[in-house]
């Protein structure tokens, strides 16, 4: 991991009230990232006055969006566009998450035509796949990963990839307490790369960054980034608590200087 900067990112869901969003920014806007870059995703409602607390006080976290409609205007009620996010300074936007495919209905089609939307636009866009209990149970994990990732990259510009991260999110460890071991985690995101290598190339397999989300803890961050295809994570329940998500923070940023450091030294 040594060549790639972590990432860690909070998704907020559908929470807090516009007093707690301030007090999270406030915290997170205290955070030292040493290594570890750092983004949130806020509600959609609150995404203008936390992107702008963040700029008063000087961080350099980045604010994202939890979603994006894939057509950029039009008669579309309640849905938003790459350009409106844009026109707020929001660079970054979360598609595919498990919830937006699994509650919300989301298509694997979809996800890919938002996908390739925000990338068009210059966007950062972490895409979320992951695979459900009973396709694990039933050993699907790697074909299942393969197939959303190919359908999520399907109609990307390959000059485009550069701003693309992707999340492994196993649907069965997000909010459960549940967590893929350190060891089966690391196996998914070495899948995931060899998959990405098919699509792309060896030069941005091996940039891209591909997180983890399920159930991250102050408790399990350091073993899960010490895994070399583990790159940070992408955080729900654990980012409402300032100081739960700052530990995971330095977490990932300890990881990244432990692998430079060794990198050195051999």
Same mark, same amino acid.
């Given at each position: 991991?040594?060549?790639?900067?972590?990432?860690?990112?909070? =998704?907020?869901? $559908? =929470?807090?009230?516009?007093?707690?969003?301030?007090?999270?920014?406030?915290?997170?806007?205290?955070?030292?990232? !040493?290594?570890?870059?750092?983004?949130?995703?806020?509600?959609?409602?609150?995404?203008?006055?936390?992107?702008?607390?963040?700029?008063?006080? +000087?961080? &350099?976290?980045?604010?994202?969006?939890?979603?994006?409609?894939?057509?950029?205007?039009?008669?579309?009620?309640?849905?938003?566009?790459?350009?409106? /996010?844009?026109?707020?300074?929001?660079?970054?936007?979360?598609?595919?998450?498990?919830?937006?495919?699994?509650?919300?209905?989301?298509?694997?089609?979809?996800?890919?035509?938002?996908?390739?939307?925000?990338?068009?636009?210059?966007?950062?866009?972490?895409?979320?796949?992951?695979?459900?209990?009973?396709? #694990?149970?039933?050993?699907?994990?790697?074909?299942?990963?393969?197939?959303?990732? #190919?359908?999520?990259?399907? %109609?990307?510009?390959?000059?485009?990839?550069? =701003?693309?991260?992707?999340?492994?999110?196993?649907?069965?460890?997000?909010?459960?307490?549940?967590?893929?071991?350190?060891?089966?985690?690391?196996?998914?995101?070495?899948?995931?790369? +060899?998959? /990405?290598?098919?699509?792309?190339?060896?030069?941005?397999?091996?940039? &891209?960054?591909?997180?983890?989300?399920?159930?991250?803890?102050?408790? %399990?961050?350091?073993?899960?980034?010490? $895994?070399?295809?583990?790159?940070? !994570?992408?955080?729900?329940?654990?980012?409402? %608590?300032?100081?739960?998500?700052?530990?995971?923070?330095?977490?990932?940023?300890?990881?990244?200087?432990?692998? &430079?450091? &060794?990198?050195?030294?051999?």
């Amino acid at each position: 991991m040594a060549s790639r900067q972590p990432l860690v990112g909070g =998704n907020w869901k $559908m =929470n807090t009230a516009s007093s707690e969003a301030d007090a999270l920014a406030g915290a997170v806007a205290s955070f030292q990232p !040493g290594a570890c870059q750092i983004a949130i995703f806020p509600p959609f409602v609150y995404l203008d006055r936390v992107a702008a607390a963040l700029r008063t006080a +000087g961080s &350099t976290t980045l604010v994202g969006a939890q979603d994006l409609d894939h057509r950029d205007n039009g008669a579309l009620t309640g849905q938003v566009s790459a350009s409106m /996010l844009l026109d707020l300074g929001i660079q970054t936007v979360l598609t595919g998450h498990s919830e937006r495919r699994h509650v919300i209905g989301d298509s694997d089609e979809l996800v890919g035509l938002k996908t390739a939307r925000a990338l068009d636009a210059g966007m950062m866009c972490l895409l979320c796949i992951g695979e459900t209990l009973e396709q #694990r149970e039933a050993g699907e994990t790697d074909a299942v990963n393969e197939r959303q990732l #190919r359908a999520g990259l399907k %109609n990307v510009q390959a000059s485009t990839l550069g =701003n693309l991260v992707v999340a492994y999110e196993p649907v069965w460890a997000i909010g459960t307490g549940q967590t893929a071991s350190p060891d089966d985690a690391q196996n998914a995101h070495a899948a995931i790369r +060899g998959v /990405l290598r098919s699509i792309t190339d060896d030069a941005t397999a091996d940039a &891209t960054r591909i997180l983890y989300g399920g159930s991250v803890k102050p408790s %399990n961050a350091n073993e899960l980034f010490a $895994m070399p295809d583990i790159d940070g !994570g992408l955080i729900g329940g654990a980012s409402l %608590n300032a100081d739960d998500f700052a530990a995971i923070c330095t977490a990932a940023s300890d990881s990244a200087t432990t692998a &430079t450091t &060794t990198a050195q030294t051999h």
